[in-house]
């Protein structure tokens, strides 16, 4: 059983850190998004659904780091419908060694919030013992952007959100995670355990080798319910309606400064 | 590995092909198949693993192959070493070969899976040659082949370090195969080889080529005087004489061969000889599935972009998708594909249950490559002027469509062994 005693080891020396990743099954990037007829929300019956892509990333980042001897053991989590099974098969093959999958029930999958999956890593974390958690930093269906903040609070931990970089501190006994701000870029430590959440530019995840894609059939999947981790899923929010964007009205061309100043101020967007 | 047993059989002697035919179709009604087991379920046939691997091709060609087709096609070459290489680190070009050489020694049901996502591709020729980097040069090799033969030539095919092709057609000899003329005649512990060889796919760039020629002299029967011969294409005698222009496939090189005297270790031969016209059939049935699955996607997507090319196409005061005659069309021709998915489906659940299915799949491969012509014929006319232009999907796809009902076995030859099948074809008239 591993020993959690990483907050005093020196990284380096250590059998390297333990490593929890975030995957979500979402619709696929590539897919045209059409909202159901009664607008309770979108279509996903018979659409294609894949890895979470900023998910995808913090996989990638998870199996680098075993490679690069900084992380031991690596284990993805996914929490949703039977059919994140294949989404966690995917991180399987990516590399990953083991994952879990917390199921949820149908009926209360479109009432899902970050603050309930938060919770429910929260609860794995105490068990699991991981530590790092790297997770997306949003997820593109509903781009919450909460989950990473949210988890990091309820285990009082660390958080080094929009990572572009994660690397060994100077003296290797921190991380220390260059990030993504609106400024520029901005480092800092963090000691472990700690949140991290990818952001684009992290890495360039693999694509599943086919070897690895068989092998990742044999790699253990372990199955939970959000009943034995004691979460209760009672939704916070309720959604109204779910309606398309305006569709784009053509513009005009105008042909001087003048005429534009003139036109903005005609629709009253500039006094 | 399942259904790959009964290949594993020895090879009797026939004493001709096409007693061979008679006495399996013997067992067997004329039009049914001629198995007794129940109809497979093709729902199950694709798994998760399926897919997964479909999406790891998906992004090697949205990254690796799709960027550069049109460079290729202009160049009218593709880098055959360097993506091979990426195909191989995947682990694509051996999906079905031995596992002790490299292979995932899956089913075939992998090799369609694979077929159909090459579909994607934004030209033909590059999927060509892959299959017949990962489907046509190696089959007999993988069966029959010594192990160091497989350790020389199979392992590297598979890896992606070394490039291979399939030497059987010649100037006087393509449908016809049993009138090859090129002969490899014992010379001590060699072979020389003397000849030469016609519209060999990736032949200026292959490193290594599979060989059909005429080894047994004494043997009056042309079927069974053949062998196949693992050849280096680096030895003195080879001669890479032409790269031939075609009206398609621009980025597949195609070439011309000769051999003058050209010497190969006798060991060189691939399993027994006088069996390789045999060996060279017994992978026909993957080689027609292969060609009919590896379309289907490309004909769907050109279908749907036609299709959206005619709603902002305006003409006449309507969109060119309004008219009744364009948006049937379109609905007719998808109805055609998706019924030769089905064939495909059928067919290749009944060869991973350990059947043979020449009949389904020569029906497959004959269906194919006339729904091809009709296809991208249909829609370039919808395409209008554009359609005629270098600068639309769809005029490369009815270049490169054509060569379906011609090469991998010619629609008539197809026809031929569906008559067998029928029991209608003509005795050959005596000599």
Redesign the interface.
């Known amino acids: 059983k591993y020993i959690h005693i990483i907050n005093k080891a020196d990284m380096a020396a250590s059998k390297g850190l333990k490593i929890l990743v975030g995957c979500k099954r979402v619709i696929d990037y590539a897919v045209k998004v059409r909202v159901k007829p009664d607008r309770s929300g979108v279509v996903t019956e018979g659409v294609k659904h894949?890895m979470n892509p900023f998910d995808e990333i913090a996989v990638e980042e998870a199996v680098r780091m075993k490679e690069k001897k900084l992380a031991g053991e690596a284990v993805a989590i996914s929490v949703g419908p039977p059919q994140s099974q294949?989404t966690l098969?995917?991180a399987l093959?990516m590399g990953i060694d083991r994952a879990i999958h917390v199921e949820i029930p149908l009926a209360q999958l479109e009432k899902l919030q970050p603050i309930h999956v938060s919770k429910l890593l929260a609860k794995v974390c105490e068990s699991e013992k991981p530590d790092l958690v790297i997770l997306g930093k949003q997820a593109i269906d509903d781009d919450c952007n909460q989950t990473g903040q949210m988890l990091a609070a309820l285990l009082d931990w660390p958080q080094a959100t929009f990572a572009s970089k994660i690397e060994p501190s100077q003296d290797s006994k921190q991380l220390r995670v260059t990030r993504e701000v609106d400024g520029g870029l901005e480092t800092i430590d963090v000691s472990v355990p700690a949140v991290v959440t990818s952001d684009l530019r992290l890495n360039e995840p693999r694509?599943?080798?086919?070897?690895?894609?068989?092998k990742?059939?044999k790699k253990p999947l372990a199955k939970m319910s959000p009943d034995q981790l004691g979460v209760d899923l009672q939704p916070r929010q309720e959604v109204i309606s779910v309606e398309d964007p305006p569709v784009r009205k053509a513009g005009a061309k105008v042909e001087s400064v003048e005429d534009l100043v003139g036109k903005l101020r005609e629709k009253g967007l500039v006094k | 590995t399942v259904g790959r047993s009964f290949l594993c059989r020895p090879v009797v002697p026939y004493s001709s092909v096409s007693n061979a035919m008679r006495r399996s179709l013997s067992s067997a009604s004329p039009m049914s198949g001629s198995d007794a087991s129940a109809e497979p379920n093709t729902d199950k046939l694709f798994t998760?693993?399926h897919?997964?691997?479909r999406?790891?091709l998906r992004?090697?060609i949205e990254q690796d192959i799709n960027p550069y087709v049109d460079e290729w096609e202009a160049k009218e070459i593709f880098p055959a070493k360097q993506l091979f290489k990426k195909l191989g680190?995947?682990?694509?070009l051996g999906?079905t070969r031995p596992v002790e050489y490299g292979g995932?020694g899956?089913d075939y049901s992998y090799s369609v899976a694979l077929a159909e996502e090459y579909g994607r591709v934004n030209c033909g020729g590059v999927p060509m040659a892959i299959g017949v980097q990962s489907d046509m040069a190696t089959p007999a090799l993988a069966r029959f082949g010594s192990h160091e033969l497989k350790e020389q030539f199979l392992r590297p095919s598979i890896a992606g370090d070394l490039v291979a092709c399939l030497g059987v057609s010649e100037p006087t000899a393509g449908s016809d195969v049993a009138s090859i003329k090129t002969t490899a005649r014992r010379d001590g512990d060699d072979l020389v080889i003397n000849g030469s060889k016609m519209w060999i796919t990736s032949g200026m760039q292959a490193d290594w080529m599979c060989l059909l020629a005429n080894t047994e002299a004494s043997v009056k029967d042309p079927y069974l005087s053949k062998s196949l011969i693992c050849l280096p294409l680096d030895l003195p005698g080879v001669q890479r004489a032409r790269k031939i222009r075609k009206i398609g496939m621009h980025s597949s090189d195609t070439a011309q061969l000769f051999f003058e005297n050209v010497r190969v270790p006798a060991s060189y031969l691939i399993g027994e000889p006088g069996q390789g016209f045999i060996y060279q059939m017994l992978q026909f049935q993957e080689e027609r599935l292969f060609g009919a699955a590896a379309n289907l996607l490309g004909l769907e997507l050109i279908i749907q972009e036609t299709a959206e090319y005619a709603r902002q196409r305006k003409a006449f005061g309507q969109s060119l998708l309004d008219f009744q005659t364009v948006h049937f069309r379109l609905a007719e021709l998808l109805t055609e594909v998706e019924l030769l998915r089905s064939m495909v489906y059928r067919a290749t659940a009944k060869y991973v249950a350990g059947n043979d299915v020449t009949m389904l799949a020569s029906m497959a491969k004959l269906k194919a490559g006339r729904l091809v012509r009709e296809v991208t014929d249909s829609c370039l006319q919808y395409w209008g002027g554009m359609g005629f232009t270098d600068e639309v999907r769809v005029s490369r796809f009815y270049r490169d469509g054509r060569l379906l009902s011609i090469g991998a076995g010619a629609d008539e030859v197809m026809l031929s062994i569906i008559c067998k099948y029928m029991r209608t074809l003509p005795k050959p008239p005596k000599k």
């Open positions: 894949s294949e098969r995917t093959a694509y599943a080798t086919l070897p690895n894609i068989m990742a059939k | 998760a693993e897919e997964a691997m999406s790891t992004r090697i680190n995947a682990g694509l999906v995932l899956l």
